[in-house]
């Protein structure tokens, strides 16, 4: 069973259109993150949501952790090509700074 | 300000051999990380490191794989003898006192 159920796992779309990828677990966790992979790069982190609740903003890319802080959103408005990578969300659920990975949306936003 | 460093970036082994990955982590992080990453799935943890001690190797395959971290800084990732089924990505990161994670571009293994 995976911690982190990340849907879907894949999205294919044209440049312009708006998206919301899942990150969803039965554990509550006391922080979510979530990152961006490009191919052939390690991953980087985009935001880490820590309030239940919580909505957070960066540029065109709007982040939500549920109340009870079991999942979390990512919404992209007017995806551009360079939005496309492996999204990633990640969790400690435990507090000993063992970060579990979901699998991933891999989105791909054609031009 | 560098970032983790990994070498080598590809490597193409014949199953049975041995392989070394080598990562530089960002100078002044604490905490060294060596995930694994299979096609289309998210990193997992092989092995976490605070300073030079290994404080969680409970998911690293200890029949054939090994790491250390000597000094505290630069770490070595083993794999002897490699499988087909060890062919992944391997990457590194680092963090300062388990915060944001900052990794490098990886190592892609493939097995023969």
């Known amino acids: 069973t995976q911690l982190l159920e990340q849907s879907p796992q894949f999205l294919s779309i044209q440049e312009g259109e708006n998206l919301t990828v899942y990150c969803n677990s039965s554990s509550v966790f006391s922080s979510l993150q979530w990152y961006r992979q490009e191919p052939g790069e390690g991953p980087v982190l985009l935001v880490t949501?820590?309030?239940?609740?919580e909505v957070k903003k960066l540029k065109r890319l709007t982040f939500q952790f549920g109340d009870a802080r079991k999942d979390s959103s990512l919404h992209i408005t007017a995806a551009q090509p360079g939005d496309t990578g492996l999204y990633l969300c990640a969790g400690d659920p435990f507090g000993n700074y063992k970060l579990t990975f979901g699998k991933g949306t891999l989105l791909t936003v054609n031009p | 300000e560098a970032g983790v460093v990994q070498s080598p970036r590809y490597k193409i082994i014949e199953k049975k051999q041995p392989v070394a990955f080598w990562c530089n982590p960002i100078?002044?992080?604490?905490?060294l990380y060596w995930y694994l990453q299979n096609l289309g799935q998210g990193p997992e943890l092989l092995i976490r490191?605070?300073?030079?001690?290994?404080?969680?190797d409970s998911q690293l395959p200890k029949d054939r794989f090994s790491a250390e971290r000597l000094k505290g800084v630069d770490s070595t990732l083993k794999i002897q003898p490699a499988e087909l089924g060890d062919s992944a990505v391997y990457l590194c990161?680092?963090?300062?006192?388990?915060?944001?994670?900052?990794f490098g571009e990886g190592s892609r293994l493939t097995v023969l």
């Open positions: 949501v820590v309030t239940g609740g």
């Open positions: 490191y605070e300073n030079e001690e290994a404080v969680d």
């Open positions: 990161a680092s963090s300062l006192g388990g915060g944001e994670l900052f």
């Open positions: 100078s002044g992080h604490n905490t």
